[in-house]
Structures are given as structure tokens and as C-alpha cells.
């Protein structure tokens, strides 16, 4: 009745070739060109042998390169504090305080800012936060100031609320996925057992949805960190982070092995911080019923 | 158990509550005295659980008074009252250890750190699960959850214990361990149980008085034996255990006797004590299965007697139940006989004489 252990084992192998095939293709081989390049030799448009490590030799000593990666992980930092901060109490909302019919309408209205382009609402915001824009028009106008604020002017500031609004909903929803599953009647035993809502809160509520808290968190930091469009379009250039100084040794310099270690060091930077982040959690990952 | 001097540690006024249209308490009156183990019964959506959950003070009531040792709790938030609960699903908080758990609402304790420890680990003792302190608390079996919330709850001393099902996700042999438990915790304890079940039996054995609730109303509020033995109504009567009732026709009425004329079992005699108030029903007589006995060969009925013919056996092991037709009638009555060594179990169809009591009769009408 059971197949024997290598017709298992072949069978297995047939069901799950697509997905290696595909992994193997469009994961593992871009990064596995992208980490060579980057210990060969540049020249323009091209790469050559012999291997060397002069790429992050270099990357280690030019202040230009730390410089750039300090402010891409400061400015990710703060566009995840943002849009996380700003994120859970939209979602604890949904969750507690909409009608259970209405739930999924709530979250289909949150992700209405993606049926824009993102170019157009990063044009949005310069129209916001520019010179005489809509928010200078605002403060002016209400007396707050004398002189225009001009966001857009701070380089780092305005991407910082262009990225936090841009991700707003993919903190939302893990945020709220993990409140939806905290038992409620946990809540009424916080307060039976004599705390407030706001203690029960804090001492239960709080802790129970750290797991939806870590994934927005992921979810947020890790795509910010290269973020290449933002600077791009609402400083038109003048604050580049990371991801633009990869551009401009990719495709203006010519210099692939030179952008592939930037790439490299960057990707490694980031894993590092995502899983000492996740070590730090991990005593609210872990399972339970 | 207590006794009927107890003072009184929950007072109910007339309590009303309306989910919009929805009455769902109408008019609950009663008191539960103090030390007392009181048990709420009734069929699900009776309104059992949503009269627990207003004394607790999650639910607020729309009209009427509640008391709670002498105190209106009217402005009183849950966090404040002298109830604790044990909630149906446990509600163990999933995040922390057996320890935090139990001391979760000693947060605000003076008491020093290793003093609040010592009564945890002498919570954990009261319930059985001494040493279980340092395991994750989603690691637990459902009835150690249970012990855990028992702990939790009665580690802050609470003037009342309020148990919401507590035993319904538990099999049937963890059950009737528990049952045995709790009233031997409560006895040890001494403060006020409530429980919500829904299972009579459960009831019985547990409680020292009981609240019968059917939609909303409380319908009888007496001890086990009186809601068994004398209960006031036929839905009473149906709900706790099994009762057989049998049409009759109310003859006369003097004084504390009412005569009437049972179907089947023919003139009798019933004290006015089992012949509860008219509610203008069509009368009849109710009869318990275990008042009703088989007679073997020359057996003489100490009382009454009645023939019958079996219509069905039922056997149980340590029982057997017997459909009775009584006496060339369509009354049919259920009768349960303990099976002893020497009286064989009868069959389909045989002709029998059936013992009763005068006394075992109550009168619905």
C-alpha cells in the first residue's frame, strides 16, 4: 500500500520543482551574480577577475558610503516608529470598536491609497509640504508662523512622512490580525482581577499583539532601508540615501562591482538588525494556544 | 452548608436588563447569603449567564438594584467589586507563566515581592498544581486551566466566586472529580459561590440552593431537594431530572387535601404541600421514576398498587428503566429498578404490578 521510500522521495521532488526551479531562477541566482560581482574587479560596464576585496575596503574607509547607510537606517527607523506608532491605535480601533460586519470594509477603505500610483502621491506630497504649498498656505493663513515651514526644503523630514504615510496600511494589518486573535475575554479577567483598562491593556492586550507589532515593524524597515524612489522624487536627489548611491555606481559610474557591494553590505546590515530584532522579541513569538 | 441565620451577601431588586428590544432579565428578585454555594440553572439563553456577568459588573443593568454586602453596585466598575470570576473559556493569559498568572492581580498588593510569591505558591497548593508555577501557562491541560483560574481568582479573597460553566469543557470523569473538588474548596474557603450550569445534575450535587431560570425569570429558588422532590411548576418539574406526568382531574379541595382522580393510577389523595399554586393548566400528576417500584412474585405494595404492561426496557447496567402502560391505559410511565443478584431483568410485554405512593405525587394545574 505505501510507495517505497525513493518513489516518496521522487515523487516529492516532482511536486516541488516548480517552486525550486522558480527560486532557484529568480532568487538565488540574481544573488549569487550580485555577491560575485562584488569581489571582482570594476571597469566600465563590465566586471573582470581577478577577485578582490577592494570594493569593501573602499566601502569600509569613504565617509560618503557610511554617510549614506547611517541616514538610509535613521531615516527607516523613523519612518517604522511613525508608521507604527500611527498604525496601531487604527488598528486596535477596527478590531475593538467596529461592528464585526463592518470590519472588512474598514480594512478595504485603509488601502485605498494604493489604488494612486505612488508617483503621483509622492507628488501629492510635494505639493503638500513645498514652498506655498498647502501646508505653508495652512500655517500662514491660521497666523501659527511668519515664515513658511517648507517641509520640503528638510530633505530627510519629508521623506520620513512621504515613506510612513506610502506603508501606513502594511503596518495595519498585521497590527490588527494579531489583536483580532487576542481572546476577549482576556480583557474582561484583566479588569475582573481589579486593573483598568488601561492596566489591562498594557499588562495584557499590549504584550498579546507584539507579534502583528514585530511584523509591521519587518514589514516596514526592510523595504524603507532602499527605498531609491523617495529621495529621488521629493528631494529631486539632494538627500540621496543608500539605494541612490547603488544607482549612480550601477548605471552612472558604470561600476557594477562597486554598486553589488554596496548592495551586499547593505542587504547584510539590515538582516542583522531584523534578526537581533527578532532575538530581542522573540520571548512574544513564541507559541501559544 | 449553610444555615438559614447566613447573612445576606447578594441582594437582587427587581433587576431588568434590555439588550435593545431583547429583554433578557425580567425582574429578578432573591438573595444568595453569605458562604453560600448558589447555583444559577436553566436552558441556554435563560438568561443564567447575562444575570452572573451583572454581578461581576460586566454588564450593567437597566433597571432594579443590586446589592453586594450591604453596597449598591450600581456605580461600582468591575475592576472594583469584591466578585472575581472564573470565565468559561479560563481566559489564562496565553503570555505568561502559571505564577503570573495566579499573582496577576496582586499587582497592587503592598505586600513585598517574596511574600506575594509564597501566596502564589500557596494558591497553586490549595488547587493541586503546587510546583506548576514556572510552566507556560498555554502548556496546560484544560482542567489544570481551570485550577490555574480557581487560583487566580481565589488568591485576592473575594467576598463572592463567580463560576461561569466552569466544568462544561471538561469529560465527563475530570467533571464529577471537580464537582467533588469544588465543594470541598468552597467548604474550605468559606466565601460565596455562584455557578452558572446548565446541567441539573451538575446543580444538584453541588450547590446548597438553587435559582431555576427560564427566559429571563427566576422560576423556582430553593435547596436541591425541594426543587427536586416539590417543584413548583411542570417546567420545573421537566427540567430537573425526569418526571412522569400523568393526566388527572382535580375532584374536590378541603382544607390542606385536594382529591384527585390520576388516569391510571385512579383516586388519591395529595397534600395541598405538593399541589403547588393553579397556573390554570390542565391538571396533572407528576411522579419521580425512582417512586415507582416493580413488585416481584408475591410482593405487597406497602401503599398503592397498579398493574401494568412493559412497552420498553431500558438497560443501563446498574439500572434498568421500564415504560410502564398503567392499568389498560394509554399512560405510559417510566420506572427505574436497581438491578440487584436474583431479579432477573424483565422483558417486553410482561404483565407486572407497579408500587406507589400517595405521598410522591405532586399536582400541576
Known sequence: MAATPSSEVRSGLKLISPPVFYAILMLAAPLATVLIYSVMTGEKGAVSLPLTLDNYYELFTKPIYRALMWRSLMVSFFVTLATVLLAYPVAYFVSFHVNPSRKSLWLFLITIPFWTSYIIRVSLWRTILGYDGILDSVVMGLGLSDTQPNILSNGVLSIIITLAHAYAPFAVLPIFVSLEKVDRSLLEAGQDLGESRWMTFLRVTLPLSLPGVIAAVLIVFIPTVGDYVTPELIGGGRTPMIANLMETQMLKQRDQAMGSAIAVAAMTIVALISIAFVLWNRRFLGGRK | ?365
Not at chain 2, 165 to 174: C, F, R, V, W
Not at chain 2, 331 to 359: F, Q
Open chain 2, 1 to 365: 452548608m449553610t444555615s438559614a441565620d447566613q447573612p445576606t451577601m447578594i441582594e437582587f431588586k427587581d433587576v431588568h436588563k434590555y439588550y435593545g428590544d431583547y429583554h433578557a432579565l425580567r425582574g429578578i428578585n432573591g438573595t444568595i447569603k453569605a458562604g453560600e454555594f448558589f447555583s444559577l440553572l436553566g436552558p441556554s439563553g435563560c438568561g443564567k449567564t447575562t444575570l452572573l456577568r451583572t454581578i461581576a459588573g460586566f454588564e450593567d443593568i437597566s433597571s432594579g438594584v443590586i446589592m453586594i454586602d450591604g453596597k449598591d453596585m450600581a456605580r461600582v466598575a468591575a475592576n472594583t467589586r469584591p466578585t472575581n470570576m472564573v470565565f468559561q473559556s479560563y481566559a489564562i493569559f496565553p503570555h505568561m507563566s502559571v505564577a503570573e498568572n495566579v499573582g496577576f492581580g496582586l499587582r497592587k498588593d503592598p505586600r513585598s515581592k517574596d511574600e506575594k510569591a509564597a501566596a502564589v505558591a500557596e494558591a497553586l497548593e490549595m488547587v493541586g498544581l503546587k510546583g506548576y508555577g514556572k510552566r507556560a501557562a498555554h502548556a496546560l491541560s484544560g482542567g489544570q486551566r481551570q485550577r490555574v483560574a480557581l487560583a487566580r481568582a481565589l488568591i485576592l479573597k473575594p467576598k463572592v466566586l463567580l463560576l461561569d460553566e466552569p466544568l462544561s469543557a471538561l469529560d465527563k470523569k475530570m467533571r464529577e472529580h471537580m464537582q467533588v473538588e469544588l465543594i470541598k474548596l468552597q467548604r474550605q474557603v468559606g466565601i460565596t459561590f455562584i455557578l452558572v450550569t446548565h446541567d441539573q445534575e451538575e446543580a444538584l450535587v453541588m450547590s446548597d440552593r438553587i435559582a431555576v431560570m427560564f427566559e429571563g425569570e427566576i422560576a423556582q429558588l430553593a435547596d436541591p431537594e425541594t426543587l427536586y422532590r416539590r417543584p413548583n411548576s411542570k417546567k420545573v418539574a421537566d427540567f430537573i431530572g425526569t418526571m412522569n406526568f400523568i393526566p388527572a382531574t382535580v375532584l374536590s379541595e378541603a382544607g390542606d387535601k385536594v382529591e384527585v382522580d390520576a388516569k391510571g393510577l385512579g383516586h388519591v389523595t395529595i397534600d395541598a404541600a405538593m399541589a403547588p399554586p393553579a397556573k390554570g393548566e390542565s391538571p396533572v400528576v407528576g411522579l419521580r421514576p425512582e417512586t415507582l417500584t416493580l413488585l416481584y412474585d408475591d410482593q405487597k405494595a406497602a401503599e398503592r398498587e397498579t398493574e401494568g404492561v412493559i412497552d420498553e426496557v431500558i438497560y443501563f447496567g446498574d439500572m434498568t428503566y421500564y415504560d410502564v402502560y398503567l392499568g389498560g391505559t394509554d399512560v405510559e410511565v417510566r420506572l427505574s429498578m436497581r438491578n440487584v443478584p436474583g431479579r432477573p431483568v424483565l422483558d417486553v410485554g410482561t404483565k407486572v404490578r407497579v408500587a406507589w405512593s400517595p405521598s410522591a405525587l405532586v399536582l400541576f394545574r
